[in-house]
């Protein structure tokens, strides 16, 4: 049997490998413990404060789509109030405030949800004390490389944007943006699509418009040219277009249509053979082309009833008689005679009898 001296020296000179091991890891709890007890301040600060930012962001992100989905939603109820009115009827398309309010309404939601998450995903970096310059400054490198990359988009995206917040044009207008003319369909921030005259659909990029004429704002002007004789009376002619004015402005559709009187501006040009006389009207926006027809129309059959010869149409009945009855007669020719001196040179020589031997 071994004394409990022997045996401590025992122990001592040969000490156990699991009592060393379990040193060690007690030792390495507790300084686990000791940093965890000294950091987890400092961990539920940093929770805490990231919470409250997705929290803050997510709260603002809700509140400014709602504001902004209740700002577009108004704007349609005015349009909407005044649709059926006479005002409503001359200057508002409902349709066209639609798409224009729901566009600037996508555009505002958008540009706000990048700027809150934005600034909360940088706040919530900065809060695990992440360096957040080199990211700027990659971001900044990557921007610009994607701007040059798509440079043609981001132009017809801003031009889009700039397009419907300066409200240029909308839907139903008739529009002519060089490239292509017709009436908008629909507005986009990227294209816009037209439809042609005879039917086809244009898709322009917004980035791609130089200029814009709209047809469809404020008021049209109608122009008439009437090219008539020289000899016409000016007079009976300014006459004559009065009353087919009197007589358009009374009646149905084209009462409506025309905001102005129905004008004699004068002569645009007077030739030899032809004077051109110049009607002008101010009519409804879009609706010129529709007054041209109806007053050539109208203005042709009142010269035809008042008499009044227009280029292009029968001569007059006393240019078609004339008084002298030789006139029709052809000229006599200097062959028909064969003593004439034409005649004779006109004839053939005569053979000689030696060389017909």
Known sequence: MFSSAS??????ADPSPGVGSLDEAAKQAGDAAGWVEENWSTWLNTGLRILLIIAVAILLRIAVRRTITKLIARMNRSAQAV????????????ERRRQRSE??????????????????GLMVLGAFQINLAPLLASAGVAGVALG????NLVTDFLSGVFMILEDQYGVGDSIDVGVASGEVIEVGLRVTKLRGDNGAIWYVRNGEVKRVGNLSQGWSTAHVDVMVRPSEDLD?????????????????????????????????EVLLDSMTVHVSAKTMPGKAVGVERELRWRIKKAFDAAGIAIIGGPPPAAEEASGDPSATVAAPSALASPNSPQSIAASPLPQS???SK
């Open 236 to 268: 009976r002619i300014r006459d004559v277009v009065a009353e087919v004015a009197d007589s358009l402005a009374k009646d149905e559709p084209w009462n409506e249509r025309l905001w102005g009187p129905v004008e004699v501006l004068g002569l645009d």
């Open 353 to 355: 009898p030696q060389l």
């Open 83 to 94: 649709e059926g009115t006479t005002l409503g009827g001359l200057l508002v398309n409902t």
């Open 148 to 151: 040059f990359g798509a440079r």
């Open 7 to 12: 045996w401590s020296a025992v122990l001592a």
């Open 103 to 120: 566009a600037i309404g996508s555009v505002l939601r958008s540009v706000s949800s990048f700027l809150i998450l934005g600034t909360a």
